[in-house]
């Protein structure tokens, strides 16, 4: 998969050297290339924002940048989904993940001040599929952690990033727990400070554990995230 990151603080692109997502890109599994969006603003202070029109706070990203920065990176080779970061967007979910994961090219396009303006995704949209994607119901400073964020979830459902692809099946949100959150799980000792690990665990009894785990995901999603209950219907 090729990965691009448009954005103003490309050194916030330097966590994608590490850990499983560095290790794919070595092994050539991903190919990840970080765009410097003022390259494409050409006055003397290379400025990427100016005032809203109709009045307000803060300043808005001005379209021509943009403009140049995703005839530059979507042109040519492997057509990409684009995705731009907005608290205004559709929530990113796991299901989104998925979808992206079967992209060949993703290309992120990573806004600050109080956004990009809106002709961008709408001219974007004349050149490639775009998705306009949320985080989560609260307002960060920029794209860049939110494509992030997402660039993990998506990059660990690729085959080989992950050693033992089984980690992926029974997750939280995944499809084999029926969209509900992970059991609890332990590890080594048995007992640990006074606490012990729940008896089922240690008896080899795997039917029984699969039905301990599932009773234990319902009533954990029950008590912490009762309107995902609703979606296994789905
Ligand atoms: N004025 C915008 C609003 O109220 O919707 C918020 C702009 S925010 C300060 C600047 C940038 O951070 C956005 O363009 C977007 O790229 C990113 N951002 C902020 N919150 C986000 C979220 N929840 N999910 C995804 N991106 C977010």
Redesign the pocket.
């Known amino acids: 998969m090729k990965l691009d990151y448009v954005t103003i603080f490309p050194d916030y692109f330097a966590p994608l050297t590490l850990s499983l997502v560095g290790k794919a890109a070595q092994t050539g599994l991903l190919e990840v290339q970080v765009h410097d969006l003022r390259q494409w603003a050409h006055d003397v202070h290379r400025s990427v924002d100016d005032t809203p029109f109709g009045g307000g706070a803060g300043m808005v990203m001005k379209p021509e940048p943009w403009g140049e920065a995703l005839d530059a990176v979507l042109g040519g080779e492997t057509p990409a989904c684009l995705v731009i ?5 559709a929530l990113f979910s796991q299901r989104q993940a998925e979808e992206l994961a079967a992209y060949d090219r993703l290309v992120f396009a ?7 303006d809106a002709r961008v995704p709408e001219y974007a949209r004349t050149l490639t599929e775009v998705r306009e ?4 119901d ?6 860049e952690v ?1 494509a992030l964020a997402m660039t993990e979830a998506i990059v660990r459902l690729l085959p080989g990033v992950i050693g033992n692809p089984e980690s992926l099946t029974e997750e939280s949100h995944s499809e084999s727990l029926r969209h509900r959150l992970e059991y609890p799980v332990y590890t080594k000792p048995a007992s640990w400070r006074g606490r012990d690990v729940p008896e089922i665990l240690l008896s080899g009894h795997h039917a029984k554990i699969a039905e301990w785990r599932r009773e234990q995901a319902e009533a954990l999603t029950r008590e912490r995230r009762p309107e995902l209950l609703a979606r296994a219907e789905d």
């Open positions: 970061p907005t608290p205004s967007g990573c806004g600050r001040y109080e956004g990009i994607l949320s985080l989560g609260y307002v960060l400073n920029g794209g939110a």
